[in-house]
C-alpha cells in the first residue's frame, strides 16, 4: 500500500531549457509544462501562474 504525497509551491522561476519537459498550451490556463525525470514521476510546472506541483507515492508500514 501507498500514500500519495502532492507538494505545491510558487513562485518558482526554473530554467525550462535544460530539462525534458513536454509543453501543453491552454488558451484559458496559459502555459502548462509535464516534466520527465527518473526519480519523481509527476512534475507539473504552470507558467502562468509560476507554480511547481510534485507528486510521489511512499510506501506506508502498518
Do not use: H, W
Not at 518558482?12 to 535544460?18: D, K, T
Not at 519537459?21 to 527518473?38: M, N, P
Request: hydrophobic share 40%; with cysteine.
Amino acid at each position: 500500500m501507498f500514500d500519495t504525497i502532492i507538494m505545491k509551491t510558487c513562485p518558482v522561476y526554473p530554467n525550462l531549457e535544460s530539462v525534458a519537459a513536454e509543453k501543453i498550451a491552454y488558451l484559458d490556463k496559459g502555459t502548462t509544462y509535464k516534466i520527465k525525470d527518473s526519480q519523481i514521476p509527476f512534475i507539473k510546472y504552470n507558467d502562468n501562474s509560476r507554480t511547481l506541483v510534485l507528486q510521489v507515492s511512499i510506501p506506508k508500514f502498518l
